[in-house]
Each structure stands twice: as C-alpha cells, then as structure tokens.
C-alpha cells in the first residue's frame, strides 16, 4: 500500500503551527509545505476545501484536517508508515 500524501498548510507566526512543525521535524517525516501567507492558491484551496482559512491543517490524501493536537496525535499513531526524508 502507498504512503499518504501529506500537505501541511501553517504560517510562520502561528504558534499552534510551530507545535505541529516540531513533531513533523523531530518525527522526520515528508511534507509539502504550503505557506499560506506566501501562497494564495494554497490559502483559496485551504479556503474553498473547508470553508475556513484556520491553520494548522494538514491534508493526508487531500483530506483536510484541523486541530493541532488531532495532528500530532495522527502523526504519532501513523508516523510508522509514513515516509521519511532522507
Ligand atoms: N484550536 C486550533 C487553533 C488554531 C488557530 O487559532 N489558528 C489561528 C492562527 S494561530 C488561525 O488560523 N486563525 C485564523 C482563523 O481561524 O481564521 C488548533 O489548535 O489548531
């Protein structure tokens, strides 16, 4: 079975942000990063797919989930069959 793409929509100066960026970082694994200060597009799909422009969300198969704490808890309860960076 093929990992799940994972898309980790932040910005920088959002703290609940930076605490789902420390479990990505120290759990090393493989994220596309949509800044949504930096990138309209990723902010109209954050906003067309779920009605809110709310960061953390992280998209795993292009399902769109919020909530910093349902993340990290995601990521640690899958973070053995997710990929890695090398
Ligand atoms: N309970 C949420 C709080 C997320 C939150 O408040 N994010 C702020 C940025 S720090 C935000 O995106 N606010 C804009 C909005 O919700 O429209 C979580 O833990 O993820």
Redesign the pocket.
Known sequence: MSTPKLEYFY?D?????Q??LRVIQSTNIKVEYKDIMSDMSSLERLVNDTG?????CLYIDNMPM??????IHWIEENVDKLEKNS
Not at 13 to 17: G, K, L
Not at 52 to 56: I, L, S
Not at 66 to 71: A, F, L, N, T
């Open positions: 910005f100066a959002c703290p609940f942000c605490k789902v809110r422009r709310t960061v953390p919020h909530e910093s704490d349902d993340i």
